[in-house]
């Protein structure tokens, strides 16, 4: 197997965070790295054929789908759909909101928002779409959280990751994500809406 990647591996994450990614998938066998590598859709060189290839292209927001639509005046020139940071409503929008690492201003540094930070401000949105469909004034969002930065799942028995500049332990991600991937969060919060 092949990973293949157009920049470092981990880019988002700390230098010390990106060294415990790479230790850890050097470590893994049958598995090969290239790093700083670009590969097209259809014009896979020959070294890199293969039964099945997953694109993922890292962050770049998948709103092809407003290009020439009523929100396409919302776009930035990198495809971003521009909100009011205070409310999240799309640019000239009175009724449409958007969330996560689509929209700018966002709410890290760039150039995503992660989903614990999403997720951190989920509540507030719906309490803002229940306001704008009874007729109610819009609350401000507030203070965007102060912890940033991610956590990467590398299998349920290992993972890195950091929040703002403390790297967390490996047991640490083990136990937040890698065992279920937060899939036990995740009912616990959809059975209490």
Known sequence: MTLVSKGTIGGMYLPKVQKQIMKHLTRLPNLSIKSDTVVTPGEEPAELQAD??????????????????????????RGMLKVDRDTLLVQDQSKVFAIGDIITPGLVESPFTSGYITQQEAPKLAKNLIAACSGKPLKPMGKPPSKRGGILSLGPNNGAGHFDNFVLPQCVVTMMKSKDLFRKKMIHAFQKA
Do not use: I
Not at 68 to 74: D, I, P
């Open 52 to 77: 099945v290839l997953y694109y993922t292209t890292g962050f770049t927001p998948n709103t092809e789908f407003l290009q020439g639509g009523s929100l396409a005046s919302a776009l930035d020139a």
